[in-house]
């Protein structure tokens, strides 16, 4: 292949013609063609890579690929400087096709390409804490005392244009018991188009976030405590249902949502490793928010979200452990009201209420693990002191029983966030639990929590 500084070094010196040069952005195109081509083909590994629900391997393949991708860009680069040389030389425009033609535009340059590969994009998080609990067991979860990855997270996400399609891909690499299997968090596809009446519609279809209140929605390195409610981890285990979702927003502030999905969640108690009823696989879920603009103050505007939202479908018969839990309703509705930079002081309160029909997830199945009525909600009052200091105090209850005494778990904590500067953020929360079904009911946990994102 003739290089663009040879071909130049030869022109000046009168000892190439124009012929030669067009010769040489013909290569130049169809390497770049190759390398489009390629960038392709990684693409679609990572789309069969996020339709497996679960693997070992994943972290491995994704870090191959990662290095593939980062190479393909910087080789990308070299070329567009390349091809920009040899077009201020000959004053021709490049084809789309890969060929070169005297004063035409090209359909697509390399540089629109650069610009699609950037709208595919890389980041993650790293959470590394010291926890030490009290917990007698239960929901509530065991004694601890120990140092541990909490959370190892890499996502891989495209930002579709309206009209487009696009796909987010994250994997957790220190999941399960000892924090050290690999498991898919996100992996769907969405479509993104404006209609008319100035309404913006997204499909989203896969393995994605429950649009239920907005503890289930917010990532992990947004909450001002370690874990979302106790009600939350407990009846929607990972947080992440699947199925298919469709949310308008329309120009008054209004967003509606409604979807289909499979009745347990990803990581539901009686989801892995047993034998699930073929019956009362689906439930749909519908909801409504509104944001509100309360006014601008010196500090930025003060904002409230409202929302309502509902699920409605069964859970499925499990046998496992020599027994076998029926099939139930399940049932949920959701409130929640936040404010954000209240009197434009920096502080913010938010609040989630539920009411539901529903078992406690239990990988043992029992004729007696039926559906009971249940309650939980959860209010935290933060204030952002600075850019980089954050105090919180929150509350939180579950009653996974209301038809009988004596099942309430509580809990009241405190939480200090530093954040530091190249996405560090230093996170200590203590709190007070109490469980009126176990003995001692009250309790504290305590969590040290180093986070890095990038």
Known sequence: MISSYVCMTLMSAGHIDPAHLSTALAEKSATTKAMVDK??????????????????????????????????????????????????????????????????????????????????????????????SGSPGGIGGSAQSAIYDKRTRINIESFPKPGNLGFKASFDLAAGKDTNASITKDAYVRYATRLEGGLNAEVKAGQMPMPMGYDLQRGDTDRETPERALYNRSQFGGERGRGINLAVDFPSGYTVQVGAWDSLTSEDAEQAGNSVGASGRLVTTAGIKKNFDLGAHKNGKTMLELGLSGLSGARPSLTAGGGTSPQID???????????????????????????????????????????????????????????????????????????????????????????????????????????SKSPSRYFVTTLRVQFKF
Do not use: C
């Open 330 to 436: 399940r049932k949920f509705l959701y409130g929640h009201a936040n404010f954000v930079n209240l009197f434009g002081k920096g502080v913010d309160w938010r609040n989630e209420a539920m009411v539901g029909k529903d078992r406690v997830p239990n990988a043992v199945g029992a004729a007696g693990n039926v559906a009971t009525n249940m309650s939980g909600f959860q209010t935290t009052l933060g204030w952002r002191a600075t850019s980089q200091h954050r105090l919180d105090v929150h509350f939180e209850q579950f009653n996974p029983d209301l038809n009988n005494s004596g099942h309430t778990i509580s809990a009241i904590g405190a939480a200090y966030n530093f954040f530091a500067k190249d996405g560090y953020t230093l996170q200590f929360t203590r709190e007070q639990w109490t469980d009126q």
């Open 39 to 132: 960038v392709g083909s990684l693409e679609t590994k990572v789309s069969a890579l996020a339709a497996q629900p679960q693997s070992d391997d994943n972290s491995a393949v994704l870090r191959k690929i990662l290095e593939e991708l980062s190479s393909m860009k910087d080789q990308m680069g070299k070329q567009q400087k390349d091809i920009d040389a040899l077009y201020k030389q000959l004053n021709l425009k490049h084809d789309a096709d890969g060929g070169v033609k005297a004063g035409t535009a090209p359909d697509k340059t390399l540089g629109d390409r650069l610009a699609g590969l950037e709208k595919v994009k890389v980041s993650g998080f790293e959470q590394f804490q010291y926890r030490q």
